[in-house]
Nanobody, 117 residues
Framework: QVQIVESGGGSVQPGGSLRLSCAAS????????MRWYRQAPGKERELVAL???????TYSDSAKDRFTISRDNAKKTAYLQMNSLKPEDTALYFC???????????WGQGTQVTVSK
């Protein structure tokens, strides 16, 4: 059974940076399009960024020019480098592998990002 674990979250001041990691374990794991989502209290989960198998990244308007998504296929790990963080980036961040527009595996616990003075 595949287990996804997100890490790297924390508390930072506005303008700070964090690097999130998304790792998975499981002997039958296949890693396809990777997506990072976030969910703030009282809000719906929203897509932050995605990266194709070939390494092409796509970003939400709120993440563009501040976040960078990357992947290491050999390590079955995806990353989200977040710079110039704002209070509105505060949320629980999740990742998953997607195939055909659907998540392949059970969602992990997420990693909390809090941006405040």
């Amino acid at each position: 059974q595949v287990q996804i674990v997100e890490s790297g979250g924390g508390s930072v001041q506005p303008g700070g940076s964090l690097r999130l990691s998304c790792a998975a374990s499981g002997s039958t794991l296949s890693w396809n399009e990777m997506r990072w989502y976030r969910q703030a209290p009282g809000k719906e989960r929203e897509l932050v960024a995605l990266i194709s198998n070939a390494g092409a990244g796509t970003y939400s308007d709120s993440a563009k020019d501040r976040f960078t998504i990357s992947r290491d296929n050999a390590k079955k790990t995806a990353y989200l480098q977040m710079n110039s963080l704002k209070p509105e980036d505060t949320a629980l961040y999740f990742c998953n592998s997607f195939r055909g527009g659907l998540p392949q595996y059970a969602w992990g616990q997420g990693t909390q990002v809090t941006v405040s003075k």
